[in-house]
């Protein structure tokens, strides 16, 4: 279990990233104030046309412009108001920052659409203004609409299709399909349109549009991301969260409830991140995430802390809280005869989930209170009672935290660890679990990275994070489970109408809507997931050699000086089965580091190995979406090998060698 994933919604990870959904805010709840993503198109000057975010929430608004809920969720709404039409008149959604068009593909779109004329204002009440006049539109909205992807210039169509308007003043969900055709070029540079050449208000609601997903799943993932993943082969994933799990406000926790079922039942909700969260990456979406990386579900309960500084009290106040993480597991593993059990059969998954690690809140030593003690122990009562099988973690380590650590009780059977640093402080704590007691409790680290490089990490950060994962490696009779954060982000830059796509550097994986690709991190990653045997293999080291980290203007405030690291770091471990041995070593410096290597337990050895490397020749070089590919592993065979063999490690290197004995 040491190598597994953490997720959440941050950097656009869902929405504009692994959620394969391509329309930006499609149930227009994004902002309260404006329709974010979309836009009036308009061909010719001649149309007199408008858009307008039909939202209840907004104050003032006349009755007939609250009134177009489709249900509880889809609330909000927006309206194309078309006075007169001279050719072409429709609304616009940029996407993700941008639309992604690849040749020869079919895209899944759909949207909830009425039309109808101007209602004339209600008669004025005794004694109220008269309401201000109107202009009448007649409804000439029934007949063809088009719907294209389209440049965002809209000079050219990549692909379009029609849906017949009924008349109806009731709305009317539209599906189709548009095709790109075989040698259209890769692009981002694109839009998703609905136009009409008639007068009348259209009204557009739940606008969906989507790419082939991973496995053809419907509101699946995109299929790219999802094999970065699998090539990672992580053994479980961490989620919703991070700060995703808690939210600025109680009343912001990941509410699994209201992301299950139909997209039309998710009204979506306010995320942790800057932005909301179209919860189409709901409960059950993680769980099949899970399923299709061949991952073990790890899930975060929300346990009464709130990133803005609330939290709830253990006791009365917290107890339905803990009844709602209670249906929450019901829900991954209850079976058909359960109440949330057969919710998930009725959503489509009828055999439950396999569900062993419970994490009972995150980072609660951001609660000055004090309260986590309480809390945790009322959620593990409960949880123990019902599912004795489950281990539950707590957020407080009792190393980082000593003051705060869960003291009443039994102690933890886990505690989540949190690292997030630069190169030399890992490089000077990668030993750091060597001296762990062994009797208390098991460490899961729970988020971890060496930050350097934006918005993904570079060279430097992947030396960092290495010898981190050495030590770990090494220790992993007592960490028993890991993961690094943040998994992914969207690389997009600000543009005249959005934002920023990230919040937070340094991330594994970076993407725009049509590529992706793993930073030197990632690929450490995957080398130490690929290369990894089940026993740990004691390896000793002489004459290591030390370098010290530069003297920063802190050190100078502080009269600190600085002592010499290690400039080398190792562990091996072996397949108990096949006897195959794992030997990874780090070379952080920037000099061509001569070894001895002695396999003193390994008489046998095989005389050919396999080598695989991942170097460069400076540490901040990186890899990007224009230049995807600039650090990467190179797997080669060494030859002639000896129980005892000498090697030159290049500068600035990772280097997994996997030796086998002789057959
Ligand atoms: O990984 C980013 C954030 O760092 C997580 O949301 C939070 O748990 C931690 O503070």
Redesign the pocket.
Known sequence: MLYGL?T?E?NHSYDGGLYAELIRNRIFKDDPATPEGWSLVQANAGSKAAIKLMAPTQDNVPYDERRHAINEALTTCLRLTVEEASGRVGVANEGYWGIPVKPATTYQASFYLKGSGSVPPPPPRRGQPAPPAQPVIADNTAGPMTVTIESTDGKTVYASGTINLEKSIFWKKYSLTLTTGATVKPTTDARFVISTDRMGLYYFNLVSLFPPTYHDRPNGNRPDLMTMMVDMKPKFLRFP????LEGPLITDAFPWKTTLGPLESRPGHRG??GYRASDGMGLLEFLQWCEDIGAEPLLGVYAGYSLGGDHIDAGPLLQPHVEDALHEIEYVMGDATTYWGAKRVADGHPAPFKLRYVEIG??DWFDRTNSYDGRFNQFRTAIEKKYPQLHCISTIADKQFPAMKVTSGKPPELLDE?Y?RSAWDMWQNAAQYDTYDRNGPKIFVG?W?TREGTPTTNLNAALGDAAWMLGMERNSDLIVMSCY??LFVNVNQATATTKRAWQ?DSDLIGYDALTSYGSPSYYVQKMFSDYLGDEIVPVTGANIPTHTRPLTRRDSVEGTTQKPTPALFYAATKNQQTGTVYLKIVNPTGNKLPIDINLQGMTKVAPSATMVVLKSAKPEDTNTISNPRNIVPITTTLKRLAPRFSRTLDPYSVTVLQLQNKK
């Open positions: 953490m959440e941050i969260g991070g700060n995703y942790s991140w995150n980072e949190h997030y988020e990275a954060a943040p937070w």
